[in-house]
């Protein structure tokens, strides 16, 4: 049952996406995006089978990944642009789309309402603190798979293996960092896109997406894959940013040991 909707709901996106039929060069963003929604779809459902997700709450995690980044197309469309802030909240504009098309209409309001949350919140600099319990539990499994694909696409533009310019988001190439990115990552806090004025702010700010990791698994895969280090190694080289990104290591070094202390104490407790 949860496998034929599923099957319905990635018909429907083939088609949407088919719509957008640009000019060679607008086409590879589409493109883009759209190879990235089904890496998502692969993250969410590697994470979810670490967790051991049942069937319906892998199938609203496939149905969020599926559906998260909807609002991309249609932001591209209209203002060849994937920065939020030069244009609109691509998760706003993905929730109309899919409320517009009723898309969801076989769902129940629970269901809905937690797909909705999940893609409301998957952008945000920080989930809102009154969410529900399910809602966090899957706007957090987005946030996660969401960020291992973005990582992926990003260090290939800065590795200048992918050179489309789209994924810079526009910022300056300037060799400097600038000072309020510089200590909000230092002090492990999030930082806002709009604090954001170079490139290697905003190599940072994507580093410091570490600080905001929720699974063990994702820990794993961002170690398997040596995503930080990869980042790291297209910042210019000084102090600085070599405290900052020792900091990063030995957190995720911290997490995947305290994640694994909990798991062999809870099969010690069984
Ligand atoms: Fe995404």
Redesign the pocket.
């Known amino acids: 049952m949860k496998n034929r909707k599923y099957s319905v709901f990635v018909n429907w996106f083939e088609d949407y996406v088919s719509k957008y039929n640009l000019n060679p060069k607008d086409q590879e963003n589409i493109n883009l995006k759209i190879y990235?929604t089904y890496r998502?779809c692969d993250e969410i459902t590697d994470i979810g089978n670490s967790l051991n997700l049942n069937e319906l709450d892998m199938f609203l995690a496939r149905t969020i990944a599926l559906f998260?980044?909807i609002g991309r197309f249609e932001q591209y469309a209209k203002y060849k642009t994937f920065s939020d802030a030069k244009s609109e909240d691509h998760a706003l504009l993905g929730i109309k789309i899919l409320l517009n098309n009723n898309i969801l209409r076989e769902l129940d309001n629970t269901h809905t309402k937690i797909i909705i949350n999940a893609i409301k919140y998957h952008n945000k600099a920080k989930i809102p603190n009154n969410l529900d319990a399910k809602s966090l539990f899957f706007a957090r499994l987005i946030r996660d798979a969401?960020k291992l694909?973005?990582w992926r696409i990003v260090i290939d533009y800065y590795e200048k293996k992918n050179q489309n310019k789209k994924i810079g988001l526009g910022f300056l190439d300037e060799p400097y960092i600038s000072n309020e990115t510089y200590n909000a990552v230092k002090n492990k806090e999030i930082v806002e896109y709009e604090k954001v004025k170079t490139i290697n702010d905003l190599k940072l700010l994507q580093m410091a997406w570490i600080y905001d990791i929720n699974f063990h698994r994702t820990f794993e895969i961002i170690k398997e894959r040596d995503y930080l280090k990869k980042i790291y190694n297209t910042l210019p080289k000084s102090e600085k940013t070599y405290d900052i990104y020792k900091d990063m290591q030995n957190y995720l070094n911290n997490m995947l040991r305290n994640n694994i202390r909990k798991i062999k104490e809870k099969i010690k407790n069984k």
């Open positions: 990235h998502v998260h980044d969401d694909d973005i």
